[in-house]
C-alpha cells in the first residue's frame, strides 16, 4: 500500500504528523509531498521536511490520498490545480481520497462529495452551499472510497480508519493497541 501525503504551507501539523506516524506504523508507505520545494511552515510554526515535491510524486502510483486541513494550508490545497486533477483522477481509478478538518472542502471544490455522506471542521462545508452533499457531524465518515474527517481533534481516529480501510482490522487493532501499552 502507498500513500501520498500532500504538505502545503500553513497545514495543520498535528493532522499531518499523526496521519504519517499511524500509517507508518502500520507498514504502509507514505510519500509526503510539498507543493514547491523545501521545508514546509505549519500552521503553529512546526517545520516539515517533505519527501519530494509534488511535481515528482505525481509520477507515482497510489492507493490513498490524504490531504491535512489546517489554515491557510487547505487554501493552498485548494487552489493548486494539479491537487485537483490528482484527486479526480484517483477517484477515476476508484482509489480512496481523504481529508480532514478544513480540507474536504477541496474534495468538494474537485467534485469528489457530490451526493455523498462528509464531515469537516464546524462550517468549513456548510459555508460552500454544499448542495447534495449529506453534511454529518461524526468524527469520521467513510462513504465509499472518500473519507472525511473533523479536526486536530479527530486526526487518530481518522489515521486509524484509514489504516483499517488500507490494511485490515487486525492492522488497526495493533496500531491501537501499541499506542495505549504502558
Do not use: W
Request: with cysteine; aromatic share 2%; proline share 5%.
Amino acid at each position: 500500500m502507498k500513500v501520498l501525503i500532500p504538505l502545503a504551507q500553513g497545514c495543520e501539523e498535528l493532522e499531518a504528523v499523526t496521519l504519517i506516524d499511524l500509517l507508518r506504523r502500520a507498514n504502509i508507505e507514505v510519500i509526503t509531498a510539498g507543493l514547491e520545494s523545501g521545508p514546509v511552515h505549519a500552521s503553529r510554526g512546526t517545520v516539515l521536511m517533505p519527501d519530494t515535491t509534488l511535481d515528482e510524486a505525481l509520477g507515482g502510483e497510489y492507493d490513498m490520498v490524504v490531504l491535512p486541513g489546517g489554515l491557510p494550508g487547505a487554501d493552498h490545497l485548494d487552489n493548486d490545480g494539479r491537487i485537483h486533477e490528482l484527486l479526480r483522477d484517483m477517484s477515476a481509478k476508484d482509489r480512496f481520497t481523504a481529508a480532514i478538518c478544513a480540507a474536504p472542502k477541496v474534495l468538494a471544490h474537485a467534485g469528489l462529495l457530490r451526493g455523498r455522506r462528509a464531515t469537516a471542521y464546524p462550517g468549513v462545508l456548510e459555508s460552500l452551499d454544499p448542495g447534495n452533499i449529506t453534511l454529518q457531524s461524526d468524527a469520521v465518515v467513510v462513504d465509499g472510497k472518500v473519507i472525511t474527517s473533523r479536526g486536530p481533534g479527530t486526526a487518530m481516529d481518522f489515521a486509524l480508519t484509514l489504516i483499517e480501510l488500507l490494511a485490515g482490522t487486525a492492522t488497526r487493532n495493533e496500531v491501537e493497541a501499541a499506542l495505549t501499552r504502558s
